[in-house]
């Protein structure tokens, strides 16, 4: 009984980790062009705003939006996500940039999803533009707005340096987060 238990266990975990490994070696051959990812952000960024108005409405007052229209997260115990964004201003492209995160703890599974941080102030812009590689949680003060958030937030009730919305999530993965996630500029 235990023998099989731990032998579904040991093939799960094997299975996990190849996911893990191949997404790795896959996601730098695979890497988008900057025509795409300019293309797909924009789009992303569309389809957040269909879902969260509210979004948008902080577009026309954010600074500058990172935009990540599809991370890839797959863990079992050990886990990461890996993906490529933009840094907008208005609706031009000025940067590239990269989310990697790793994580560990009890996890399993791989999922895809996109996400949008809305840098409101200067301060959150110039900490990403001079930093190397911004660690969320450290720096400027994020929000990570969820569907109770965003039906009490307004343009008068904005007081943090970004907020954060997590999109188009498919797959299986329990629980979904950008802390610890590090960002950093690429080139494109």
């Not at 579904?8 to 730098?28: G, H, I, K, Q």
């Not at 026309?60 to 964004?85: C, D, Q, R, W």
Request: charged letters at 15%.
């Amino acid at each position: 009984m235990y023998s099989i238990q731990i032998q579904r266990t040991l093939l799960a975990f094997s299975l996990a980790a190849a996911a893990v490994v191949s997404m790795a070696l896959m996601t730098p051959a695979n890497a988008a062009t900057a025509e795409d990812l300019d293309k797909d952000s924009g789009q992303a960024l569309q389809t957040l705003y269909k879902v969260q108005p509210v979004a948008e409405t902080l577009s026309h007052t954010a600074k500058a939006i990172l935009v990540f229209p599809n991370m890839i997260k797959a863990g079992l115990v050990f886990g990461g996500s890996y993906g490529e964004g933009v840094l907008m201003k208005g609706s031009t492209v000025v940067d590239y940039y990269n989310s990697v995160t790793g994580s560990w703890g009890l996890q399993i599974g791989a999922q895809s999803y996109g996400y949008a941080v809305f840098l409101m102030s200067d301060k959150a812009v110039d900490y990403l533009q001079e930093s190397n590689g911004w660690e969320i949680g450290v720096g400027p003060s994020v929000v990570l707005v969820d569907e109770g958030i965003a039906k009490n937030l307004s343009t008068s009730s904005l007081k943090d340096d970004a907020y954060a919305f997590i999109f188009s999530q498919q797959g299986l993965m329990a629980g979904i987060t950008i802390e610890g996630t590090k960002i950093s500029r690429i080139n494109r």
